[in-house]
C-alpha cells in the first residue's frame, strides 16, 4: 500500500522555534514581576500548548494570573515568532519528497493557530503543504486525535489508508496511536530518545536524512 498522509508536528519537529518561545515566556513572566526560567526549562516545559506552558514556567494555575501571561505572551510572539526561527536540516528536503511523490502533506501542531503559517512561510518555500492547523478552540489539543482526523478528512484521506504522524514529544507519538497512524519518532527536537523510547515509536529518525530515509521505505 502506498503513503497516502504524512502528518507533521511543527515546533521541535519541523523547525526550531525554541529560542523565540523562551523569549516569549520570559516576556510574559517579567511583565507579572515573576522569576525568568532557564532555555532547558523551556524546553521540558513545551509540547502541550502555551497555556500549559505558562503553567509550568509560573508554577500557577490561577485563571487570572495564566490569563495575564497568555496576553503577555502573545503579544511578544506575535511580533518575534520568526526572530530566531530555522528549519531542521534535511527536513525541507523530506517534506519535498513527500510532495514529490504526490503524498498529502500536513502541519498539525499545539502552538496557537494565529502563528503557524506565518512560521512555515518563513522557514519553507509555498506549497509545502497542502494543510495546516494549530491550536484553537473548535478541538481538544493533542494527543487527542481528533483535529488530525479532520485534516486527513479535509484532504480526503481514505480512513483505510496508509497515514504517519511524526513529531519531537510523548505527545506526538500518543497522537499517532490515538488516530491509527504509523508514528515516526524525531530526536533532534525538545525531548531526547532515551525519553521517547519507553512510548515505543513504529520508527525513530534522528537527523532530517534518516526522516527521509524512514519516509522512503513507507512510500
Partial sequence: MNLSFVGFDLDGTLVNT??????????????????????????????????????????????????????????YYADHCTDHV??????????????????????LTNKPNEFVS??????FPQDSFDAMLGQTNRFPTKPNPESLHYLMEQLQ?????????????DVDIKT????GLISISCTWGFRSKEELIP?????????????????????
Avoid at 499517532?176 to 488516530?179: G, T, V
Fill in 18 to 75: 525554541l529560542e523565540d518561545l523562551h523569549y516569549a515566556t520570559n516576556y510574559a513572566l517579567s511583565q507579572q514581576g515573576l522569576p525568568q526560567i532557564t532555555l532547558e526549562q523551556t524546553r521540558q516545559f513545551v509540547g502541550n500548548g502555551v497555556v500549559l506552558l505558562l503553567k509550568r514556567a509560573s508554577g500557577s494555575d490561577d485563571p487570572a494570573l495564566v490569563d495575564r501571561l497568555h496576553q503577555g505572551f502573545n503579544t
Fill in 118 to 123: 506565518k512560521i512555515l512561510s518563513a522557514c
Fill in 157 to 169: 484521506v481514505p480512513k483505510d489508508a496508509k497515514c504517519v504522524y511524526a513529531g519531537d514529544s
Fill in 176 to 179: 499517532a496511536r490515538n488516530a
Fill in 86 to 107: 530555522k528549519p531542521y536540516p534535511g527536513v525541507p528536503e523530506a517534506v519535498a519528497l513527500l510532495k514529490q511523490a504526490g503524498v498529502k502533506v500536513a502541519v
Fill in 199 to 219: 512510548l515505543y515509536p513504529d520508527y525513530f529518525a534522528e537527523t532530517g536524512a534518516e526522516l527521509e530515509e524512514v519516509l522512503r521505505k513507507l512510500l
